[in-house]
């Protein structure tokens, strides 16, 4: 799933550099560029944060309109790399979400530099393109025109004027920090702690042969449902833990708002463990579930937004670190639901080891 987001620039010389479109606040420990995934909200934005501080005459046609094109690889990696240099860790490219607002604002941080293009494994994941501003965002942004030629301006004007960027592409090179597999090649593998009794209700959809896939409801997976429905119903008489019971992925928790997912099957385990107050976990208790997302599922969990809270957030969401010195690679999915019966995402169960 592609991804474009806008931003205004004060002029194209200001904001690019040696073939990139160049942050703001490099002393800081927080560069980044103000970036919009609609152009109505990026005139918006400057207009807000910046136009008060022009001056001059028609400073508003020095203005330029730039669009960032993402591939879907480019949204896996861009968001899901922790950038440089930057404390504590944040991905590249993240959406702002978290306060509560009356309306999605859209706003996007990019954490660094951006080439004009860029490449992975000979795909190219990012493309820029600039072009002027309409006359009605330059009235927005205070520019005087007067009633008659406005009119014949508006008519002559062209809202998809925009010219790829030349530039020669630049290859992606942080391998090290992307936490895909094989550098980017393929999609991103998170982890969760999960019991066994969720493991036998929910074998369909661990198991990838061609009757599980095409046929959610076959007779033996009706007959395991139907019994362990029946034994959790007495449970509750007795106040036991309850399996959430999901024909189509692993059901969030009663009482939470998201599902934590790791990038690390080691900090799944001993999170788990600690949260329960335990040193080990049983394996005849608990199994560690596997799911790997493809380029394009993990795109589109990146970009798609959840309509439960004011805060919409992501659907997939890197968790904030409280500790600047440690990395814990959490996610949360913002969903009353994981899917895992779906072509472009698999799971797998595996032993709860500490190798």
């Avoid at 073939?19 to 560029?33: A, D, Q, T």
């Amino acid at each position: 799933m592609a991804l474009s987001l806008w931003m205004v620039a004060k002029t194209w010389q200001q904001c690019t550099t040696d073939g990139k479109l160049s942050c703001i606040g490099k002393e800081s420990n927080y560069p980044y560029l103000g970036v919009n995934s609609d152009r109505e909200r990026a005139v918006d934005y400057f207009k807000q944060h910046m136009a008060k501080d022009q001056r001059g005459d028609d400073w508003q046609d020095q203005c330029v309109m730039v669009k960032i094109q993402f591939t879907a690889k480019g949204v896996a990696l861009y968001c899901t790399t922790p950038a440089d240099n930057v404390r504590p860790p944040f991905p590249m490219l993240r959406k702002l979400c978290h306060k509560d607002l009356p309306n999605d604002e859209g706003i996007w941080h990019l954490l660094g530099d951006i080439p004009f293009k860029e490449i992975h494994d000979g795909e190219q994941i990012v493309t820029i393109f600039r072009g002027d501003l309409t006359v009605d965002e330059k009235v927005k942004l205070g520019k005087k025109v007067s009633e008659s030629p406005l009119k014949k301006l508006r008519a002559a004007e062209n809202l998809e004027k925009l010219e790829e960027v030349e530039g020669e592409a630049k290859e992606w090179k942080r391998q090290e920090n992307c936490p895909l597999q094989d550098g980017g090649k393929r999609g991103l593998v998170l982890y969760m702690v999960v019991e066994t009794e969720w493991v036998k209700a929910h074998l369909h959809l661990l198991q990838k042969n061609a009757q599980d896939q095409n046929n959610p409801e076959y007779d033996e997976f009706k007959k395991r449902y139907e019994e362990l429905s029946e034994k959790h119903a007495s449970e509750i008489e007795h106040e036991k833990p309850i399996i959430q019971l999901c024909k189509h992925g692993y059901k969030r928790q009663r009482g939470r708002w998201s599902i934590d997912l790791f990038e690390s099957k080691l900090r799944a385990i001993d999170l788990t463990a600690e949260r329960m107050k335990r040193r080990v976990l049983e394996s005849q208790s608990y199994g560690v579930l596997a799911v790997e997302f493809s380029t394009e599922a993990l795109a589109g969990a990146l970009i798609q937004i959840e309509e439960e809270t004011p805060k919409f957030k992501t659907r997939l969401l890197r968790a904030e670190n409280k500790d600047i010195h440690c990395d814990r690679r959490t996610w949360s999915w913002n969903d009353a639901t994981l899917p895992l019966f779906s072509p472009q995402v698999s799971a797998r169960i595996e032993r709860v080891t500490m190798d």
